[in-house]
Structure formats: structure tokens, C-alpha cells
T-cell receptor, first 112, second 113 residues
Framework: DTEVTQTPKHLVMGMTNKKSLKCEQHMGHRAMYWYKQKAKKPPELMFV???????INESVPSRFSPECPNSSLLNLHLHALQPEDSALYLC???????????FGPGTRLTVT | AQKITQTQPGMFVQEKEAVTLDCTYDTSDPSYGLFWYKQPSSGEMIFLIY??????QNATEGRYSLNFQKARKSANLVISASQLGDSAMYFC??????????FGTGTKLQVIP
């Protein structure tokens, strides 16, 4: 099973809302990632969790708050977002010892 | 620092023909990996093929092959017998240190019936 799932598929939120994105994998991967992708651009790395600990934060604004409750789950908590945060948010996972990443279908976020 | 360059913003190919998508890279690391991902309009990034810097042979996965020329720092993707379902954005990428992947700007491939 090489599936990474993400919920919700689409999300519309106001600038004062609090919402969360969820990512799940059951491949036994120990590294999980959040990427942000704007239209017609490559994905940009946001966060990396390795063995459930935050190992990379690419200077992401604090209105994005990641959480890794266990080795299979990765959340991204959103608060006080700006319209420019509207994008496709992709989750990925990989074995800790390799860099081959498997991506989920993404959440299309619109901030109004 | 790692850098990936894809110089073809868009490509057209006739169905059943082969197509080559170009990718050049730059890195000072002696050990690295190169990848190709496919992204259909639905948004999901689909892993296609991987080439390690020390691999002696070019990687192949079904209709996909990676033409790896280390001295020229190129890692072109060859798709044989194109199908309509191959129409998508294709990203070349490399590992930029532990767990970090650097992506190119992508090539939009359109397969013509």
C-alpha cells in the first residue's frame, strides 16, 4: 500500500477561522512532510517530521502550526491566514533512510 | 546548494510517440538522488522514477526511463509510446541534503491524439 491520504480535499476559510489539515500514511514511513504549492509553481517545502519530531521548519509563519501525533498522522493547524496563503497543500512521506517521497492528493485551500 | 533546471515550459507529443523531457542539475554533493514526478491536473504528485548518483545503469520503470549523464549533469526523462493519460506537469527533483528535495520549475506535457 503506497497511499497517503489527506483530508479535506477542499477547504474555504475566513481570515479569522481556525482549521486543520490532516494527513495519514500506513506505509511505516518515519518521515513526513508538508509542502505548499501555488498554481503553476513547484512545491515548496514547509515542514519535515522525522520519527515524530520536527526536524525542518523552512521559516514558515507561525500561523501555520504542524503536529505529528504518531508515526502515521500529520496535521497542519491553520489560524489567522491571509489570502496569499491560498494554495494546494501537499503531504508526503518517506522512509527515513531514503528520500523517495510519496505524496497525497493534496488539500486545495482558499482563504477569503 | 542544489539547483534543478527544466528549460521546457511546455511540450507537445503525438500519441504513441516517444518524448524526452530535459533536466539539468547542479550540486557539490558527491552523493545525490534524482527523481521525476508527474502531477496531473487533479494535483497529486506521482513518483515515477529514481536515479542514484552512483548507479551504473540508467533507471527504467515501464514506459519511463531516465537518461542519466553524470558528466553533463543531466537527468532527462524519456517516455515511450505516449498515451493521452500522460498529459500532465512533470517535475524533475533532487535530494538537497537529508530529507530535503529541490524541485525544478516543471514541464507541461500535452499528448495529442
Amino acid at each position: 500500500d503506497t497511499e497517503v491520504t489527506q483530508t479535506p480535499k477542499h477547504l474555504v476559510m475566513g481570515m479569522t477561522n481556525k482549521k486543520s489539515l490532516k494527513c495519514e500514511q500506513h506505509m511505516g514511513h518515519r518521515a513526513m512532510y508538508w509542502y505548499k504549492q501555488k498554481a503553476k509553481k513547484p512545491p515548496e517545502l514547509m515542514f519535515v517530521y522525522s520519527y515524530e519530531k520536527l526536524s525542518i521548519n523552512e521559516s514558515v509563519p507561525s500561523r501555520f502550526s504542524p503536529e505529528c501525533p504518531n508515526s502515521s498522522l500529520l496535521n497542519l493547524h491553520l489560524h489567522a491566514l491571509q489570502p496569499e496563503d491560498s494554495a494546494l497543500y501537499l503531504c508526503a512521506s518517506s522512509q527515513a533512510s531514503t528520500v523517495e517521497q510519496y505524496f497525497g492528493p493534496g488539500t486545495r485551500l482558499t482563504v477569503t | 546548494a542544489q539547483k534543478i533546471t527544466q528549460t521546457q515550459p511546455g511540450m507537445f507529443v503525438q500519441e504513441k510517440e516517444a518524448v524526452t523531457l530535459d533536466c539539468t542539475y547542479d550540486t557539490s554533493d558527491p552523493s545525490y538522488g534524482l527523481f521525476w514526478y508527474k502531477q496531473p491536473s487533479s494535483g497529486e504528485m506521482i513518483f515515477l522514477i529514481y536515479q542514484g548518483s552512483y548507479d551504473q545503469q540508467n533507471a527504467t520503470e515501464g514506459r519511463y526511463s531516465l537518461n542519466f549523464q553524470k558528466a553533463r549533469k543531466s537527468a532527462n526523462l524519456v517516455i515511450s509510446a505516449s498515451q493521452l493519460g500522460d498529459s500532465a506537469m512533470y517535475f524533475c527533483a533532487m535530494n538537497g541534503g537529508y530529507q530535503k528535495v529541490t524541485f525544478g520549475t516543471g514541464t507541461k506535457l500535452q499528448v495529442i491524439p
